[in-house]
């Protein structure tokens, strides 16, 4: 099955600086990766996802890259806020209406 | 729009008891709904697939008889921790995929359960 690493596991950033996650895949079947951003006592929340027929996609201060061959995306967050602070999930499915695979996450804080 | 709610955020319950935790797509109908366990500091686990008009489908090591699952509706699915032990107490989020958009799933808010 599909297995999905995630690094950094933690990531402290001053704000106004970038944020980069990475993760990497396993299963090359997999052509829909997500993001997500995960508060305290909160669900996740999509924030941007891509498929595999581009290679980035941005959504104001959020950008997503995508190395099929590499099997390995990128959250980039430009700008960081306090309030970006969070953990963000990356997550790798083959389509097809199949389950997510998750990333173990990164807490992501933004110091003031 | 892709709301999904839960109910109830919390709920605290003596050890034995059963306990449902409701999951509703409220703007969108969802032919799957997805049950999801997460300890503290971890990552997602995933419980069970739950599909409209059919049985749920389980993860490996997760007992089906205590953690039932049914998925009545397009936009509700259910799931009951029976005879719940304190080893339960986690947080259960549930995510429901958009019939019209198959890959993307949309989460709820969370059930924080608490065994006592």
């Known amino acids: 099955g599909e297995n999905v690493e995630q690094h950094p596991s933690t990531l402290s950033v001053q704000e106004g600086d970038s944020a980069v996650i990475k993760c990497t895949y396993s299963d090359s079947a997999s052509n829909y990766f997500p993001w997500y951003k995960q508060e305290l006592g909160k669900g996740p929340q999509l924030i941007i996802d891509?498929?595999?027929?581009?290679g980035e996609k941005k959504d104001q201060r959020i950008a997503v890259t995508l190395n099929k061959t590499a099997k390995h995306f990128s959250l980039h967050i430009t700008e960081t806020q306090p309030e970006d602070s969070a953990v963000y999930f990356c997550a790798a499915s083959d389509g097809a209406g199949n389950m997510l695979t998750f990333g173990g996450g990164t807490r992501l804080m933004v110091k003031p | 729009g892709a709301v999904v709610s839960q109910h109830p955020s919390r709920v605290i319950c003596k050890s034995g008891t059963s306990v449902k935790i409701e999951c509703r797509s409220l703007d969108f109908q969802a032919t799957t709904m997805f049950w999801y366990r997460q300890f503290p500091k971890q990552s997602l686990m995933l419980m069970a697939t739950s599909n409209e008009g059919s049985k749920a489908t389980y993860e490996q090591g997760v007992e089906k008889d205590k953690f039932l699952i049914n998925h009545a509706s397009l936009t509700l699915s259910t799931l009951t921790v029976t005879s719940a032990h304190p080893e339960d107490s986690s947080f259960y989020i549930c995510s429901a995929r958009d019939a019209g958009a198959l890959e993307t799933q949309y989460f709820g808010p969370g059930t924080r359960l608490l065994v006592l």
């Open positions: 891509i498929r595999s027929n581009v």
